[in-house]
């Protein structure tokens, strides 16, 4: 069975930082694409970052509300996948999932398709 | 900004049917990207529906079904049962912003 458990939200002000994790087990976690996807109190879903496994280069993207202050960070030997995040803004208050990926093959190149296996999401609260 | 458009809410009675629309643009599904679509339940985890615009995955009622057209996609919940009531969203990519995008969100309502 394929869990995701996220762990490090809280309470920080605004300008600071905090660290999530997410312990992935069930699968085999170096070979998988890996993303963050939040919900915003009262909004919708909303991807936020990505990486690729080691072996396909570990490239990682960023949607623009969080490039320049997110990074995105992955170690195999521990099963865990990690979101850095710096700068934190009000508008960053949300609840932090992490997703596996699925992704199809076309022309000779992989490319991002859905999300199949959820954690429960890491409160992050950003406020004065 | 991408922006992939859902009804705020849907309702209907037990055993009916009830369609959620997911309204894109030329960027997104109607650049011929899949779309998927998503369970949301209070304090669960979200939960994948149906991949690939018309697939679902192993464990998932055959209740559930989607279909894709042009820029838009639906998904219908027929026989509703009470416990289908839960936020659902849509999700495809965009090739102008090179992001997965999700739909606005439908919130159904079992009468």
């Known amino acids: 069975e394929v869990l995701l458990a996220e762990s490090g939200g809280g309470l920080v002000k605004p300008g600071g930082s905090l660290r999530l994790s997410c312990e992935a087990s069930?699968?085999?976690?170096?070979?998988?694409?890996m993303s963050w996807v939040r919900r915003a109190p009262g909004k919708g879903l909303e991807w936020i970052s990505h990486?690729?496994?080691?072996?396909?280069?570990?490239?990682?993207d960023y949607a623009a509300p969080v490039k320049g202050r997110f990074i995105i960070s992955r170690d195999d030997s521990k099963n865990t996948l990690y979101l850095q995040m710096n700068s934190l803004k009000t508008e960053d208050t949300a609840l932090y999932y992490c997703?596996?990926?699925?992704?199809?093959?076309?022309?000779?190149?992989?490319?991002?398709?859905?999300?199949?296996?959820w954690g429960q999401g890491s409160l992050v609260t950003v406020s004065s | 900004q991408s922006v992939v458009t859902q009804p705020p809410s849907v309702s209907g009675a037990p055993g009916q049917t009830v369609t959620i629309s997911c309204t894109g643009s030329r960027s997104t599904i109607g650049a011929g990207y899949d779309v998927h679509w998503y369970q949301l339940l209070p304090g669960t985890a979200p939960k994948l529906l149906i991949y690939g615009n018309n697939n679902r995955p192993s464990g998932v009622p055959d209740r559930f079904s989607g279909s894709k057209s042009g820029t838009s996609a639906s998904l219908a919940i027929s026989g509703l049962q009470a416990e289908d009531e839960a936020d659902y969203y849509c999700q495809s990519y965009d090739s102008d912003l090179s992001a997965f995008v999700f739909g606005t969100g439908t919130k159904v309502n079992v009468l």
């Open positions: 069930g699968f085999t976690f170096s070979n998988a694409w």
């Open positions: 997703a596996t990926e699925s992704n199809y093959y076309s022309g000779g190149s992989y490319y991002p398709y859905f999300f199949d296996h």
């Open positions: 990486i690729k496994p080691n072996s396909d280069g570990g490239a990682r």
